[in-house]
């Protein structure tokens, strides 16, 4: 069965830092490209990050530019959010999602792009 698992999330105050955690289980990851995304409460599920297969394109929304970093380790089946300097309105649940590609070149932004889902893990940033 193919499942996508976050880890990572909590509570954190501003200005800290955080590390989401999605790993694989039943594929392997080399083969698919892979999207961070996140929904607060009343809002629509956004694009935060993507990487491409051999990490070739990376991509990043405008609002966490410089302050998050997404990684791929492929022995590990796992990929990385790293979130520096968060702020309040990183409050969200963070998803991570894959899909197939035979090009090492894309990923997207758009939910829809994603076919394997995960169960998301909380972020709460507040003091």
């Known amino acids: 069965q193919l499942q996508l698992v976050e880890s990572g999330g909590g509570l954190v105050q501003p200005g800290g830092s955080l590390r989401l955690s999605c790993a694989a289980s039943?594929?392997?990851?080399?083969?698919?490209?892979i999207g961070w995304f996140r929904q607060a409460p009343g809002k629509e599920r956004e694009g935060v990050s993507c990487i491409s297969r051999s990490a070739i394109r990376i991509t990043y929304a405008d609002s966490v530019k410089g302050r998050f970093t997404i990684s791929r380790d492929n022995a590990k089946n796992t990929v990385y959010l790293q979130m520096n300097s968060l702020k309040p309105e990183d409050t969200a649940v963070y998803y991570c999602?894959?899909?197939?590609?035979?090009?090492?070149?894309?990923?997207?932004?758009?939910?829809?792009?994603?076919?394997?889902w995960g169960q998301g893990t909380q972020v709460t940033v507040s003091s």
């Open positions: 999602a894959a899909d197939r590609s035979v090009s090492h070149f894309v990923c997207y932004d758009r939910p829809n792009e994603y076919y394997y």
């Open positions: 039943g594929f392997t990851l080399d083969d698919y490209y």
